[in-house]
C-alpha cells in the first residue's frame, strides 16, 4: 500500500434510517477519552492504496475463496444487506455477523460485535489502484478495540501484499509493528494512513 498523502472525497451518502439492523448508521459521534465514563462511540478511519482496479479489490474481500487467502477467519454466508458473515476467532469460537450493506465494487459494511465496520473503495489516480477506506465505529472504546483493529490492519496488509504477489506478512511481526500506532491513534482521534 502506498504511503502517500491523497484527497478523499467523502461525500459518499448511506441511507440506512429503516435497514432493521438495529444499528444507528449516524456515524457522527464524538468521544472525549479524556472522560471515559462518556462513551458515545468513537469512528476511526485508515485509508491505503490498493495495486488492484476496485472489480479486483472487491473480489478480493468479499468471494470466499479468495477472502480466505488473506484473512482466513472470515466468510460470507450472504453477501446481501441482512446476510451473514461467518467470523471464526483465534480460539475457535465462530460468531455470525450481519451485513448491513453492499454496493459492489464500491461499498460493504457488516457488524463486527456491537461496532460496525465499513470498507468503501475508490478509483485512484492511477489505473489499477484502488483507494480503500476502511472505517470502523466503535460503540465503547475499550482495551480490545486496539487489538481488533490492529488485527485488521494487519490482514489488510496481508491482502495488499498478496495483490502485489509478495511474501504474506508475518503476523506477529506486522502486529506488533503497528499495535502502538493504533493505540496512538485511538487516543489521539487522528486519521491514520496504512
Not at 446481501?80 to 459492489?104: A, F, Q, R, T, Y
Request: charged share 25%; aromatic share 10%; glycine share 4%.
Amino acid at each position: 500500500m502506498s504511503e502517500q498523502n491523497h484527497h478523499h472525497d467523502h461525500e459518499h451518502h448511506h441511507h440506512h434510517e429503516h435497514c432493521g439492523c438495529g444499528h444507528d448508521h449516524n456515524h457522527d459521534h464524538s468521544l472525549s477519552l479524556d472522560d471515559l465514563s462518556v462513551k458515545q462511540g468513537l469512528t476511526i478511519e485508515f485509508f491505503g492504496t490498493f495495486n488492484a482496479s476496485p472489480d479486483l479489490l472487491w473480489k478480493m474481500l468479499t468471494e470466499n475463496s479468495q477472502l480466505k487467502r488473506w484473512y482466513p477467519g472470515l466468510e460470507f454466508k450472504q453477501l446481501k444487506p441482512g446476510g451473514s458473515l461467518l467470523v471464526k476467532h483465534n480460539n475457535g469460537e465462530l460468531e455470525e455477523m450481519m451485513v448491513l450493506d453492499v454496493e459492489p465494487s464500491n461499498y460493504l459494511s457488516f457488524a463486527w460485535g456491537m461496532n460496525t465496520i465499513s470498507l468503501e473503495l475508490n478509483p485512484s489516480e492511477k489505473i489499477d489502484q484502488t483507494d480503500l477506506i476502511f472505517t470502523k465505529w466503535l460503540a465503547d472504546v475499550e482495551e480490545k478495540s486496539a487489538e481488533e483493529v490492529t488485527n485488521w490492519m494487519v490482514h489488510l496488509h496481508s491482502l495488499a501484499n498478496l495483490l502485489e504477489e509478495k511474501a504474506i506478512v508475518s503476523y506477529e511481526e506486522k502486529y506488533q509493528e503497528l499495535y502502538p500506532q493504533v493505540v496512538e491513534m485511538i487516543n489521539q482521534q487522528n486519521e491514520f494512513e496504512f
